[in-house]
């Protein structure tokens, strides 16, 4: 999910450990347990080994097709792959081995553990999603298989799992936070460039993730300058560097790109009001903003803080205002106890405490679980300020938006770029 810059406007490579995608590993042991195999029955030897393998096997199942397992049962020893590790640099180098970092590390185990199942059922949900995509597709279905499958894969148990967010599909200029509302009848075309931007969470620990989707060939290059921008984003990010920094080296990375559209020559932008953003439990904005052009705040990263580190690439005018219909709604996280007069918004809040808390929803969620007639309501929870609209977020109409986002741990040892995965 994006963060909008409300205020004024002030004037840019894989890591080397691989991701930890389950599912390949499992692919890779039986592979080579085949390979095995063959030399077996080749030599006629290696019985005890052969055996062992077996055995292993057996233990961690694979995920089916379309997924179904959810993935607490893929992994029985309840540890989750950990994702991309990226070492600090300059003078954060001792806390690769520091003995002191290393056990502050070991007390947060648990929550490492609950944000890496959220990356491997992202991991697994988008993986899915894009070998169904095609073009002529309904939003609203793509939506829903998306939705679903998540729930599946992450055992969805009321605020304790599930999707941490709407999953935003936007389309071509729509840079973000749009999904379809009930009845909408958009359709994916071939020369459409989505944003697929949804996330996962486990007791509140959400994994902020986005790629985007283009079937033409076209728009290869857009989609490149916003996917190494991240990864550049996510290269400088560490304890104590200035988001400012972070800022100016995405759009260094972004601008060098430039894409040609049906004969016209674009130079990539990056959108100048959208950001990066820290995340808190069940706050998916928890304060700071990672800027993605120069001239940011001086603020800088801490240990033990998640980001979200996602760049948006434009053919436009680089600058979103809000635009269309909304769709996507949050509780405002400060808010305390408001007094309601309305019984219709106080029964919708009491179905939004119960089933979002502070986790952004969409109506689509609330028809869903047979909320109806709730615009009134709604709309008087936003009069109120107990609940605020998200509505998309749009570039100039005509243009082009790419986007790329993982999430990022800032360990006292190490960054781990926990939604890292064999495809980005
Ligand atoms: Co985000």
Not at 375 to 382: E, F, I, R, S
Request: negative net charge; aromatic residues 8%.
């Amino acid at each position: 999910m994006a963060d909008e810059n409300h205020s004024e406007i002030r004037v840019p490579e894989d890591g080397a450990s691989g991701p930890s995608n389950g599912n390949e590993q499992d692919s890779v042991e039986l592979a080579s347990t085949s390979q095995k195999d063959e030399d077996d029955l080749k030599e006629g030897t290696k019985k005890k080994k052969k055996k062992n393998k077996s055995k292993k096997k057996k233990e961690t199942s694979q995920q089916t097709d379309p997924p179904s397992i959810p993935v607490v049962d893929l992994f029985p020893s309840g540890d989750f792959p950990e994702g991309e590790i990226q070492r600090y640099k300059d003078d954060n180098l001792w806390r690769t081995t520091s003995e002191e970092k290393r056990e502050l590390e070991r007390l947060e185990k648990p929550i490492y553990n609950s944000v890496r199942r959220a990356a491997e059922v992202h991991r697994q949900v988008r993986r899915y999603i894009k070998s169904i995509l095609k073009p002529g597709m309904l939003m609203t279905d793509l939506c829903e298989t998306l939705e679903n499958t998540v729930r599946k894969l992450i055992s969805e148990n009321g605020l304790q799992a599930g999707i941490a967010f709407p999953t935003g599909c936007s389309l071509n200029w729509v840079a973000a936070h749009w999904t379809p509302n009930t009845g909408d009848k958009t359709v994916l075309n071939y020369d459409d460039v989505m944003k697929l931007d949804f996330g996962t969470h486990i007791d509140g620990c959400i994994v902020d993730c986005a790629i985007t989707v283009a079937f033409n060939p076209m728009f290869d290059p857009l989609l490149e300058a916003s996917r190494e921008a991240t990864n550049t984003g996510i290269k400088e990010s560490g304890i104590d560097v200035r988001l400012c920094d972070i800022g100016a080296a995405i759009q260094e990375v972004m601008e060098s790109y430039e894409v040609e559209i049906n004969g016209t020559v674009f130079q990539v932008k990056s959108i100048r009001n959208l950001n990066g953003h820290s995340i808190g439990r069940y706050q998916i904005h928890a304060g700071k903003s990672v800027p993605i052009v120069k001239g940011g705040e001086q603020t800088k990263m801490e240990e033990g803080e998640f980001f979200a580190i996602e760049t948006f690439g434009s053919t436009g005018k680089g600058y979103v205002r809000e635009d269309l219909e909304c769709s996507h709604y949050m509780k405002n996280f400060d808010i305390g106890h408001i007094p309601l007069r309305l019984p219709r918004a106080k029964q919708l809040l009491a179905t939004i405490n119960k089933n979002f808390s502070t986790l952004a929803f969409c109506k689509r969620y609330l028809d869903r679980l047979g909320e109806t007639k709730y615009l009134m309501g709604l709309k008087n929870l936003c009069d109120s300020g107990i609940v605020q609209a998200y509505p998309p977020l749009c570039d100039s109409k005509g243009s082009y938006v790419s986007q790329f986002e993982h999430t990022i741990l800032l360990r006292p040892t190490c960054k781990e770029v926990i939604s890292r995965g064999d495809d980005y």
